[in-house]
Nanobody, 122 residues
């Protein structure tokens, strides 16, 4: 399974970015897809996830109402639309895939992609 994240960049506070996570060599609809992020000097944290069908999104409290996760199983792609970005959203964003997960911790992902950097200037 290969996951590739795209779409990071530099944006001002209040701006928007859309991240994409494209999967290959996998039956995409078998997997829950999550976005996690890690800022310098901080632990990696859960951001958002979406169920296999795309019907059920999950968000951390810090991004709820500002970020929207969606997926297109026909394109093997998950999107993370990030609006009203804040400097504290600055981090390396990873997408990850898992078949089953403990939604209390969002740990134990099966596969990880390389991250894409998001930088929000104040």
């Amino acid at each position: 399974v290969q996951l590739q994240a795209y779409g990071g960049g530099l944006v001002q506070t209040g701006g928007s970015l859309r991240l994409s996570c494209v999967a290959s060599e996998v039956t995409f609809s078998d997997y829950i897809i999550a976005w996690l992020r890690q800022a310098p000097g901080k632990e990696r944290e859960f951001v958002a996830a979406i169920s296999r069908s795309g019907n059920t999104p999950h968000y951390s409290d810090s991004v709820k109402g500002r970020f929207t996760i969606s997926r297109d199983n026909a394109k093997n792609t998950v999107y993370l639309q990030m609006n009203n970005l804040r400097p504290e959203d600055t981090a390396l964003y990873y997408c990850a895939a898992v078949k089953t997960v403990d939604e209390r911790s969002w740990s134990g992902m099966d596969y990880w992609g390389k991250g894409t950097q998001v930088t929000v200037s104040s």
